[in-house]
Antibody, heavy 115, light 108 residues
Framework: QVQLVQSGAEVKKPGASVKVSCKAS????????MYWVRQAPEQGLEWMGW????????NYAQRFQGRVTMTRDTSISTAYMELSRLRSDDTAVYYC????????WGQGTLVTVSS | SSELTQDPAVSVALGQTVRITCQGD??????ATWYQQKPGQAPILVIY???TRPSGIPDRFSGSYSGYTASLTITGAQAEDEADYYC???????????FGGGTKVTVL
């Protein structure tokens, strides 16, 4: 069965960077874009961007331009999302999602930004 | 960029029908996709395309469209349908995604 397994929770200080991984299994990793979506506490879902695992091409939401980098390693079917210059309002659960229509979701990674 | 607007909350009596709407310019061009999210869990895909349910989603969930508005209808709501529901679609101006703000459904 398809699984997206994300890395564990992180606690970071303001100004630092965080890199979250998402390992895919159960399907051909390069067949579908990988999306990243975040959810701040008690808030809605927010699309951050996507990466084409086949080409490495990316498309980022405007509000994250310059701070987010999405990469992938096809040899281990893993996508990465790195967010830099963290602020307290970046505290959120970060999800990877793949498959057509974002059919498959990772379990989420809580990133807490606190001094 | 486009926005998708959802009502923040709706309630429905057990066994009755509830319609959740999602309004936005992009829906004139792109289909909406609907997700259900329960507290502490990742979202689950419930409706995509014109009105397609992934396997495992009960047939009481259905989707429809009218102009700039997409709707998710739960016919015969069950207690387990109590959740937040989000729509998304492509942005009408470029190849990006946008989510609605979500609708909290309470089953009374």
């Amino acid at each position: 069965q398809v699984q997206l397994v994300q890395s564990g929770a992180e606690v970071k200080k303001p100004g630092a960077s965080v890199k979250v991984s998402c390992k895919a299994s159960g399907y051909t990793f390069t067949d579908y874009y990988m999306y990243w979506v975040r959810q701040a506490p008690e808030q809605g879902l927010e699309w951050m961007g996507w990466i084409n695992p086949n080409s490495g091409g990316t498309n980022y939401a405007q509000r994250f331009q310059g701070r987010v980098t999405m990469t992938r390693d096809t040899s281990i079917s893993t996508a990465y999302m790195e967010l830099s210059r963290l602020r307290s309002d970046d505290t959120a659960v970060y999800y990877c999602a793949g498959g057509s229509n974002l059919r498959y979701w990772g379990q989420g990674t809580l990133v807490t930004v606190s001094s | 960029s486009s926005e998708l607007t959802q009502d923040p909350a709706v309630s429905v009596a057990l066994g009755q029908t509830v319609r959740i709407t999602c309004q936005g310019d992009s829906l004139r061009k792109y289909y909406a996709t609907w997700y259900q999210q329960k507290p502490g869990q990742a979202p689950i895909l419930v409706i995509y395309g014109q009105n397609t349910r992934p396997s495992g989603i009960p047939d009481r969930f259905s989707g429809s469209y009218s102009g700039y508005t997409a709707s998710l209808t739960i016919t015969g709501a069950q207690a387990e349908d109590e959740a937040d529901y989000y729509c998304n679609s492509r942005d009408s101006s470029d190849n990006r995604l946008v989510f609605g703000g979500g609708t909290k459904v309470t089953v009374l």
